[in-house]
């Protein structure tokens, strides 16, 4: 059997189990979204939606993923200037802008589909299942990698939480705990 080399290997050998291999597929899709821990999982979502569907328009993956098209335009643009994405005019109808995902983007959801069973519609299922457990409307990658965290170690001080965490200022992690506490996600000591 040949043997895998670099993060990939480093990262299968780290993942023994279920949650770990969540904060690990957490840290693929951060990294596909330029190490940008803030981006809504929405956002997430949809850049798996463009990587499963090559030259797709924005009209599809609105209709495949549900989404209204002010948040659609938004985060299309938010893609395209980080990116992630490509743009290409159609060649039978110019004003149909077709997109596909890119560079380091392509790259980091390939190792994110690695723990997916290679499949888009199992990211999929995963980013939205997170997405429904939460109860803020826009829930982030932050709060999906605090949340795993929290599960992995248990009882856990903050500090021991944010070491896991995405790097951030302390009064940005605080206000992510404090939102999943406020949801109902974390429990906590008064004294952590």
């Known amino acids: 059997m040949p043997q895998k080399s670099g993060l990939k290997s480093l990262h299968n050998a780290a993942s023994s189990n279920p949650i770990q291999r969540m904060g690990l597929v957490l840290d693929h899709l951060v990294a596909a979204l330029g190490e940008d821990s803030s981006s809504p999982l929405r956002r997430a979502q949809i850049l798996v939606d463009i990587d499963a569907h090559p030259n797709t328009t924005q009209t599809e993956v609105m209709d495949r993923l549900k989404i209204n098209k002010s948040t659609m335009s938004r985060e299309i643009d938010w893609l395209y200037d980080h990116g992630c994405v490509i743009r290409q005019a159609g060649q039978q109808d110019g004003r149909l802008i077709h997109m596909t995902t890119c ?4 790259k980091s959801l390939g190792f994110a589909l690695d723990y997916a069973d290679h499949s888009h519609k199992n990211l999929q299922k995963f ?3 997170l997405i429904t457990v939460f109860a803020n409307p826009k829930p982030t990658l932050r709060d999906a990698k605090l949340l795993v965290s929290a ?3 248990g ?6 939480l944010f070491a896991r965490a995405y790097k951030a200022p302390l ?6 705990l404090e939102g ?3 949801q109902g996600l974390i ?3 008064s004294e952590s």
Not at 103 to 106: A, E, F, N, W
Not at 171 to 176: E, G, S
């Open 151 to 153: 599960t992995e170690l």
């Open 180 to 182: 999943l506490v406020e």
């Open 127 to 129: 980013i939205e299942s």
């Open 187 to 189: 429990e906590t000591d």
């Open 103 to 106: 560079g380091y983007s392509k």
């Open 171 to 176: 009064t940005t992690n605080v206000r992510t």
């Open 155 to 160: 009882d856990a001080s903050r500090q021991e």
